[in-house]
């Protein structure tokens, strides 16, 4: 990568709050909500820095809209976790994902109950408060304005579990959000669980067990079903009790003789209604899952293995975005009956998809997501996955984020009228710029610079209120 792809992986210290930025072009005079975005920004401690992009601490941006058009408020804040103040106060950062921090501590910490509370993947909403989240099953609250750390966030009931999927699905239709935990043990567990909106208590949907735990890092869900991915990147639990291996993910291997399962669950029951066997698939992201003409739906970014998970280490990130194996936006067709699948290519070398928040579920229409690297950038790419058709939006020496698309209120499904929020590092000016695009045409509508580089980050949620 040319000068300038390092600013991605550079800490970043300096907090501001409710700073007004300048505002190029005009933004919908009806946005009037908030974008909430999650990811590292501090990578060293101590004079010693972490190994992978997955274990800096976290750091939450908020970008609020008055509505009328003219201005957006900034606030960054570090999220001041147990892990955030005992690397402050000691200098090390004890990794959760790729950074070693010694045997008998990481057995522990994942066995025993004491993971790290660096929530540094996503957020929610969970009963009127903002959550961060990773991919251990510790919480964190924040403030939403100010998103100042309040302390660890409890759940009202007795759900557990070793490793939590940072990707929980809010649905609109029925008022509740899906989530997903795994339990070690003989054997394990994927345990699906639903959360009705205004409650702490989540309810168990239903649980699928193996001897061989995938990593999981989101899943499908369609009005009736969820659907586990179950790709073949896998462990076994005794792994973690032998020495020799450096970090939690040492412990996952690649075995595609297993294939890729889609593993169906009726929402209702938790029964299992079909298991279908494909090709070998890695997937980080799901885009959306729906139902028709008795078949599931499932549209994904899939990468020929997963060598992936390699590349993000720091020390080989440059390169593996340069040169390694693009995801590519993929439709799967279950067969529940027949369970044979089918699967075609829909966009090429791309990440970090998103749709409507009113599409979940249902059969839908358009999808954006982050273009593959370049060596001076990458893009952002609109798709319609009912004609193949695409369109994007680049500019050379910018590194777009995970594009956030905001229906316009009065809309209707599926259309694209709408914005396109999304933050993009700018090497060539030394910072990072929030983007506000036309849903439709991907034209550039607004540009406000922020006031430093924020280094790259995972994902975030548009909130109409906060």
């Not at 209604?273 to 994904?300: I, Y």
């Amino acid at each position: 990568m040319e000068a300038g792809f390092e600013l991605g992986f550079a800490s970043l210290s300096n907090e501001v709050r409710d700073r007004s930025l300048p505002v190029e072009g005009t933004l919908p005079d009806w946005l009037d909500g908030a974008l909430v975005r999650n990811g590292p920004a501090t990578f060293e401690a101590g004079g010693e820095r972490v190994h992978h992009w997955f274990d800096g601490l976290a750091m939450l941006h908020r970008f609020a809209f008055d509505g009328r058009g003219d201005t957006v408020s900034y606030t960054n804040r570090s999220l001041r976790s147990e892990t955030y103040r005992r690397a402050m106060a000691t200098g090390e950062i004890s990794g959760q994902f790729a950074t070693g921090g010694g045997y008998l501590r990481r057995v522990r910490q994942l066995l025993f109950g004491d993971p790290t509370d660096n929530c540094n993947v996503h957020v929610a909403r969970v009963d009127g408060t903002l959550v961060a989240m990773t991919e251990v099953p510790r919480y964190v609250a924040c403030d939403p304005d100010t998103l100042e750390t309040r302390g660890e966030f409890a759940f009202a009931d007795a759900l557990t579990g070793h490793v939590n999927c940072a990707h929980v699905l809010p649905d609109p239709h029925r008022g509740e959000t899906v989530g997903l935990l795994t339990t070690f043990g003989r054997p394990s567990e994927h345990t699906f669980y639903r959360l009705p909106d205004g409650s702490r208590s989540r309810e168990r949907i239903g649980s699928v067990a193996t001897e061989s735990p995938a990593y999981l890092h989101s899943f499908a869900l369609t009005e009736r079903f969820v659907v586990l991915t179950e790709h073949p990147f896998v462990t076994t639990p005794a792994s973690f009790l032998l020495p020799g291996r450096e970090s939690f993910v040492d412990h996952y291997e690649w075995k595609p003789e297993r294939g890729t399962r889609f593993h169906v669950l009726d929402r209702e029951t938790g029964e299992r209604v079909a298991t279908a066997v494909t090709d070998p698939w890695f997937v980080f992201h799901h885009v959306n899952a729906f139902e028709a003409d008795g078949e599931l739906v499932v549209d994904l970014v899939a990468y020929p293995n997963a060598d992936v998970v390699d590349g993000l280490y720091l020390s080989e990130a440059s390169d593996w975005f340069e040169h390694g194996s693009d995801g590519h936006l993929r439709r799967f067709r279950v067969q529940i009956d027949g369970q044979a699948v089918a699967s075609e290519t829909l966009y090429g070398g791309c990440e970090l998809p998103r749709i409507a928040r009113e599409d979940r579920t249902r059969e839908y229409r358009y999808v954006y997501t982050q273009g593959a690297a370049e060596p001076d950038g990458n893009h952002v790419a609109k798709v319609d996955v009912t004609t193949g058709e695409s369109d994007r939006w680049e500019e050379s020496g910018l590194f777009a984020e995970e594009p956030v698309f905001v229906r316009a209120p009065d809309a209707e499904r599926p259309s694209d009228e709408g914005c396109v929020l999304v933050t993009a590092l700018n090497t060539d000016e030394g910072r990072t710029d929030l983007l506000v695009l036309d849903g439709e045409t991907l034209d550039e509508r607004a540009r406000a610079p922020l006031p430093h580089a924020v280094p790259f980050g995972f994902h975030g949620r548009y909130f109409e209120e906060w």
